[in-house]
């Protein structure tokens, strides 16, 4: 009797031996370009250009979009990039079968298929610019951002609690107060500054004083907390950590919510870094990953912005335009001692 082994266990073999041999490696032969990952809320497509480069494209729930970049060598059958956009580059081992793509990191192996139906890599993603850049310094967890119509108003994210005034005629901080309630959120409306609270329960919004420096008032109980703030139209909005979007009337003291979205921290909420802003009925998400903007009309991304090396920590409307409290890092560099640290006026590409 001919015993013959399982293909899957044939392929891993295969890639173990590819893994081993650091030279004089087969080349390997891309019969595509573009490769095609179904993704358990969307999909994951690799273009393999000829200059060597590899770029990543990716679509998630509520039509979020990522794209990230590598290189691959196909002399040796390797190629370095990242699987999701937060995740750190890995390099992997290329086999190919058929119409499948197999990538190998040395624990688990990943497969792609021949694209059928390529994506608009060209508006893929966004670029945004940065322009009228003010420095914060090198150092500092300046987080979230709102604006009185004036003044600029930035919440850190550290133990230390504090609140920033930001003059946007000094285009400098001016003042801060040292803040009871830890959190990140910030909105303005009904003419008071509204702060939340992640370090107690029950769960609430505070108007705050600043030249007072004091709360002066209190939301009702929230059943779940605020952790991303702005004011429009009179009204706090904010999102929940749950995925709410709700809106705080100060004058009824009521909150009525707007929208759901399960799942989305998923996408959102990296790195600790997240504000919102809302223009008409278009509603700005600022977080590590970039900048995205969602029609609230359909509950649904339509553009994702990126810019490399930069995290946009705060962002919010003044004046028709937006600005946004941003870290810019050297060459990728996580160290927040390698960062400049802005206040700066952001467009949209």
């Not at 390997?28 to 273009?47: A, C, D, H, P």
């Not at 590598?70 to 390797?78: A, K, V």
């Not at 930069?310 to 962002?315: A, E, Q, R, V």
Request: charged share 15%.
């Amino acid at each position: 009797m001919q015993f013959k082994l399982p293909e899957k266990l044939l392929l891993i073999l295969l890639i173990s031996i590819l893994g081993a041999c650091k030279k004089d490696k087969t080349p390997v032969t891309l019969q595509s370009n573009v490769w095609e990952r179904k993704e358990t809320f969307g999909s994951s497509y690799i273009y393999f250009l000829p200059n060597g480069n590899v770029s990543q494209f990716t679509s998630f729930l509520y039509n979020f979009h990522a794209k990230s970049y590598g290189h691959y060598s196909s002399s040796n059958g390797q190629v370095e990039l990242t699987t999701s956009p937060s995740s750190n580059v890995t390099l992997y081992n290329i086999a190919i079968s058929g119409d499948t793509l197999y990538l190998e990191d040395g624990a688990n192996i990943t497969y792609y298929t021949k694209a059928t139906t390529p994506p608009d890599t060209a508006n893929w993603v966004r670029n945004l610019t940065l322009s009228d850049k003010h420095l914060l310094g090198h150092y500092g967890q300046y987080g979230s951002v709102e604006t009185d119509g004036t003044d600029l108003f930035i919440r850190t994210y550290s133990s230390t609690k504090r609140l920033y005034r930001f003059s946007m005629t000094t285009h400098q901080i001016e003042d801060s107060v040292t803040l009871v309630q830890s959190g990140s959120g910030t909105g303005y409306a009904g003419g008071g500054l509204w702060i939340n609270d992640l370090s107690a329960s029950p769960y609430r919004l505070f108007k705050y004083n600043y030249v007072a420096a004091s709360v002066v008032n209190n939301s009702p109980v929230l059943t779940n907390n605020a952790i991303a703030m702005t004011g429009s139209g009179g009204k706090v909005w904010l999102l929940t950590t749950n995925m709410e979007l709700q809106t705080f009337d100060p004058v009824t003291n009521t909150f009525e919510t707007k929208a759901s979205f399960p799942y989305l921290q998923y996408f959102l909420v990296g790195g600790g870094f997240l504000d919102i802003a809302l223009d008409g009925n278009t509603l700005y998400f600022s977080t590590f990953q970039g900048l995205m903007a969602m029609d609230l009309t359909t509950n649904t991304f339509t553009s994702t912005y990126f810019r490399p090396n930069t995290f946009i920590t705060g962002i919010t409307k003044l004046n028709g335009e937006l600005w946004a409290t941003v870290i810019e890092t050297q060459n990728g560099s996580s160290s927040i001692s390698n960062a400049t640290i802005s206040v700066s006026k952001i467009t949209l590409n």
